[in-house]
């Protein structure tokens, strides 16, 4: 379940007493408002034209952000990084196999370092849940923290995106049926596109997983969840596969990776349960022959590399937001 989202004085830590964004550090504790401005933002950060691109190009001049990466990633650190640069900002990202936290320093010693070298943004990701709540907790008021994930806990600029990409490819959210198929268990992804899904009015929202993935009393947050993937995909209009979270898992919660892929893979037969023009989604690392078959990956239904592209506009819109730049 979410960790509730509270400073000392029980205001939403993100937000402040004017209503300003402060951290992005998780979609609890947003509204719908706030999270449909944030991806008409998004929409105006899209563009590839020259002139656009360069009108954008110093909002974040004089900003220093950091990206603090204690868990591998490729997409989410690179397009921190492609967003840092696409706003002026200038960017560093740490290879924190490096950082002196291996020689004991604290996370917040760190953060409290680089600060002193005059970095305001930091996006952090780490294995460990609730770590950029943590930081947000010990930072002056003009240092902003983005969650890039946390444990199982949340991944909002994931949920962010994965909105973006629906609402550019189907339109309206609350007019649409979602399956969210896999390792709901160990999934922040999952929880923060339950929540992203819930505030923007989906018609339904299916989570599929096998009994040993699916968190007890998950129903709890408003969700169908079935263990039958047929069922579960039956006329949806947007199917979110997960990756199996290996690393996450104690004990043997799937009997093997070929009868996985048998009962949960997504492959052409049950793609055609959903609805005739459903698309498929994925965050990204996908194991191919595991969650998803390579034809379906790769087809025209597909929309994982409009995920990651449209990655880039919505880190850029969260940033400028921190930042105080998005104008309406
Ligand atoms: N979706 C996602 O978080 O991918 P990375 O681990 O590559 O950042």
Known sequence: MPIEIKNSSSQPLQIDSGGRLLHFLAIEGLDRQRLLQLLDSAAQFISSDTNVRKSQGSLLAGHTVVNLFFEDSTRTRTTFEIAGKRLGASVINLNTSRLSTRKGETVLDTVRTLEAMDADIFVVRDNSSGTAHLIARHVPPHVHIINAGDGRHAHPTQAMLDMFTI??????????????????????????????????????????????LLPTEIERLGVTALTNIDEGLEDV?????????????????????????????????????????????HPGPMNRGLEIASDVADSDRSLVLSQVTNGIAVRMAIMAELAGMNKE
């Open 167 to 212: 609402r550019a490819h189907k339109g309206d959210i609350s007019k649409l049926r979602f399956a969210i198929v896999g390792d709901i268990l160990h999934s922040r992804v999952a929880r923060s596109q339950i929540a992203a899904l819930q505030i923007l009015g989906a018609k339904e929202i299916r989570v599929v997983a096998p009994a040993t």
């Open 237 to 281: 209009d947007v199917i979110m596969m997960l990756r199996l979270q290996l690393e996450r898992m104690e004990g043997q919660l799937i009997p093997s990776s070929q009868e996985y892929f048998r009962c949960y893979g997504l492959n052409q037969d049950r793609l055609n349960r959903a609805a005739p023009d459903a698309v498929v989604m």
